[in-house]
């Protein structure tokens, strides 16, 4: 019923769009079921998960906790942190379908409107304030990888990057007014380390100073911050440019300007600092004897306890929406994706059907992806966290060698691997690379997994 | 504001209830916004992670590809899958704020209802069928985490094991009918696998098979696949019950019941056989030459095209509900988790606060955690995603020793390392183990971590 569906009805686009490569490498569908939220294939969904454990890998060093909050809250969470109010538009709204009404027995509240949620913020502000904290506690860091809805005008969604349903790497900071700048100087560090490693760049950061007129919070507060942001980014040997008076009312910010190969910009990481939200949810911690020394809490502090100070609030975005990096990166690599990161690292094609040339096919197989020849499957026992497992395929079929290989290049493998009688019977294999960025790489890190001697055949 | 928290008015409960055993934990928090749907802290978070993270490292050895799905779809979708009517009460429906009425431009079905899912099942029916499936092709096994919402009586709501919004290990396998027998015994050793890792049984196997009046598909069918199920009951070597006539009327199930420590029994693993989706979303594959010899397609088909046949849809679950297994392990290991899984395998406690002292400790701490000792943050480059990293604490407040052994105890840190001057000196440290399963292990493997001398103190 193509009527329905907002995504199909699009104009055709480009080969290096990341509709198409997602189609060829199989990433991704969308459904007329599902405007906007876009289902994740097998592949796919691989790539996504590799970008989270990524970075997971990497929250450690740079103190981040990971949290994992609802997706919907009650009316009055979002009343409270004024979303319900200014970001209606955007916001779906949820109801129990047995519960409306007069519920027997329900409690109060049974019946009231639940949010689904568009931000993290509110939720982490919760679990902020569940314990009291201490000067010495902060900087809290909470990550949140939550699924994100916001409801866009169907006409404008399209693949991976227009969608109603999307992903953060969302992180929010709470930290005193003192540890903003070394808070902002990891931040920054963090983009680069992420940026380097995906070989992404150049990008430019982009400063969004204090509104004329609509602001919260002293004017002493905000100089104190921008001055900061001022220094880590003079530090930072970055180009940066002043977006002066650009500033949401609620906190200045730093956004992240990536230039694409095609020399497109996107605004991808965000570090966004917030004084409205702690006020909001009246976030305090217990003050330090220097901030009680320093004289009385500044004024906008409102029902704060005298031996108590509002942390400032970081939000923080590396990736930004994992959806939208990924249909960034699925035209950054073309399909010649790093090894790591490839849902398609390797094929191996079988000359013939022999009973032995499968057997060598499948134990290549179970020796490259990381699972070990199963001897006796009934007895096998778990395997650990820290295995890593590559998805390679086979193709065992009848067809001739010529159409399989066309068939795997079309696929983009990174790497064809041919099995046939002779290469049973020396344990050898024929390897050719297709689609790698960096064949030699490959080859020797093959080679240190393989226990057997690799051939190439220089046929990219 | 204690009239809206329906969790927090319940009775008070035993001290292994899994709520306190959590409070003492930090593991998790309720809130009145969100009834039903706990926030998870870091040390929550963590124990969830791990969790998740054991099921992916299998799946590649039982054939599960994991895949990402939608939270909402259209409310046709429901209808389509029989959810909106037949499962009305426990649904949430979900409406765009800002696209009710009519939206300018808005395309046909802009303003149609969501249901915010309660099962994955219909979304991955929709990926079986984007591509038309060869027999060769299957079985087909698709692997889903995703936030799962079911609206129960606010009354009844408590901690992690009564909730409204949970997460499945969730995995929906597409295979012939003559695959059946095969892929419900891997499954039944996947469940075996997982319950031995975790100390937990032992448990019973019901079968459930159909009903006498209403059920759909052939008397036939079902009998052929209740015949394969119980062949594989019994070559499991496990007591299996028999529930005559209790199956679903869409297919017959395999509950697994496992007795926890206290006797109380949980039904967790579930493993269900479906011959309705796959008519409901006309799902078909290219069938065999076998098949297509063995006559014509079962009458129940439908629509089904002569050349093709309906796979059989198994919906399975080995943990059931993630949040529900946090709550059944919580309460088995009472605080001692194995080192793996606890989220506080450690904390180093500082005699003093000399330098030379805190320097040790957070030496020792970037040891034990897996973070090399930064020696140029500036410089560090990503680590690999397969690196370990451990949660250690470390307490250097000025307080006592015996003061912080003891909140370190109250805390239920596995192990308790302290550091003073003479420990700078030796380079060594004090070990005492604290809450651990195996202490004799612990020991070991610390010793083979740590580039120095242990001595232990039998203080437990
Ligand atoms: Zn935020
Ligand atoms: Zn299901």
């Given at each position: 019923n193509?009527?329905?569906n907002?995504t199909?009805?699009n104009?055709?686009?480009?080969p290096?769009d990341?509709?198409a490569l997602?189609q060829k490498?199989e990433l991704?569908?969308t459904?007329p079921?599902?405007?906007g ?9 691989y790539?996504f ?5 990524f970075l ?8 981040f906790?990971e949290?994992?909050t609802?997706?919907?809250y ?10 319900w109010?200014?970001y ?8 129990g379908?047995?519960a409306?009404?007069t519920?027997?027995?329900a ?5 009231e ?6 931000m993290?913020?509110?939720?982490h502000?919760?679990l902020f304030?569940d ?5 010495r ?5 909470y990550?949140?990888?939550s699924?994100?809805h ?7 969604l ?8 999307f992903?953060q790497?969302?992180?929010h900071i709470?930290?005193?007014p003192d540890q903003?700048?070394e808070?902002?100087d990891q931040t920054?560090?963090f983009?680069?380390?992420?940026y ?7 990008y430019k950061?982009l400063l969004s100073?204090r509104p004329?007129d609509?602001?919260?919070?002293t004017?002493e507060?905000w100089?104190r911050?921008?001055t900061q942001l001022?220094?880590v ?7 940066w440019?002043l977006n002066e008076?650009?500033g949401?009312?609620y906190?200045?910010k730093?956004?992240?300007i ?6 497109k910009?996107h605004?991808t990481?965000?570090i ?6 702690p ?7 217990q003050a330090?004897p220097?901030?009680l020394?320093t004289g009385?809490?500044?004024?906008a502090?409102?029902?704060?306890d005298?031996?108590n100070?509002?942390p400032?609030?970081i939000h923080?975005?590396?990736?930004g929406?994992?959806e939208?990096?990924m249909a ?5 690599y073309a ?5 790591w990161l ?9 000359l013939?059907?022999d ?9 290549i197989?179970?020796v490259l992806?990381g699972?070990k020849?199963k ?5 096998a026992g ?10 390679i395929?086979t193709?065992?079929t009848?067809?001739?060698?010529a ?10 493998y990174?790497?064809i691997i ?6 049973v ?5 024929q390897l050719?690379?297709?689609?790698q960025?960096?064949?030699e790489?490959?080859?020797h890190?093959?080679?240190q997994?393989?226990?057997w001697q690799v051939?190439e055949?220089?046929t990219?």
């Open positions: 193509p009527r329905l907002p199909t009805s104009p055709p686009t480009p290096t990341h509709r997602a490498h991704f569908i459904s079921y599902s405007p939220s876009p289902l994740l294939l097998p592949n796919g969904a790539i998960q590799k970008l989270q454990a997971r890998a990497q929250y450690p060093q740079f103190g906790q949290v994992i609802p997706t919907i009650k009316k009055s969470l979002w009343e409270a942190s004024g979303h109010e200014n209606a538009e955007d916001m779906f709204s949820v109801q379908r047995g409306t009404g519920t027997e027995n409690q109060v509240g049974q019946d409107e639940f949010g689904l949620k568009p993290n913020c509110p939720g502000c919760l304030r314990e009291i904290k201490s000067y506690d902060l900087p809290i860091r990550a949140d990888f699924a994100l916001r409801n866009e005008v169907s006409g404008s399209t693949g991976l990057t227009r969608v109603r349903r992903h790497d969302d992180a709470f930290c005193r903003i700048q808070e902002i920054l560090k983009v680069g380390m992420v380097d490693n995906f070989g992404l760049g150049p950061l100073t004329k609509h602001f919260i919070g004017v507060e100089d911050a921008e001022k220094t980014l003079d530090k930072s040997g970055r180009h440019d008076g650009d949401a009312f906190g200045p730093i956004d992240i990536l230039k694409d190969s095609n020399g910009e605004q990481a965000t966004q600092l917030d004084f409205q939200l006020q909001r949810f009246d976030l305090q911690y330090s220097l901030e020394e009385p809490a500044p004024q502090a409102g029902s704060l005298a031996a100070r509002r400032v609030m923080r975005a590396i990736y929406s994992l939208r990096f960034l990166l699925i035209e950054h399909g010649k994706y790093p090894f490839s849902p398609r690292p390797a094929i191996i094609l079988s013939n059907q009973e032995k040339v499968l057997e060598h096919v499948s134990h197989k179970s992806s699972l020849a001897r006796n499957p009934d007895k778990p395997l650990p966290l820290s295995a890593t497992h590559l998805p395929d193709d065992t009848a067809r001739s060698l159409a399989k290989i066309k068939h795997a290049r079309a696929k983009k990174n790497h041919v099995v046939g009688p002779k290469e019977e020396t344990e050898k294999m050719r690379l297709a689609s960025p960096n064949p790489q490959a080859v890190k093959l080679k997994i393989l226990p051939n055949s220089d990219t």
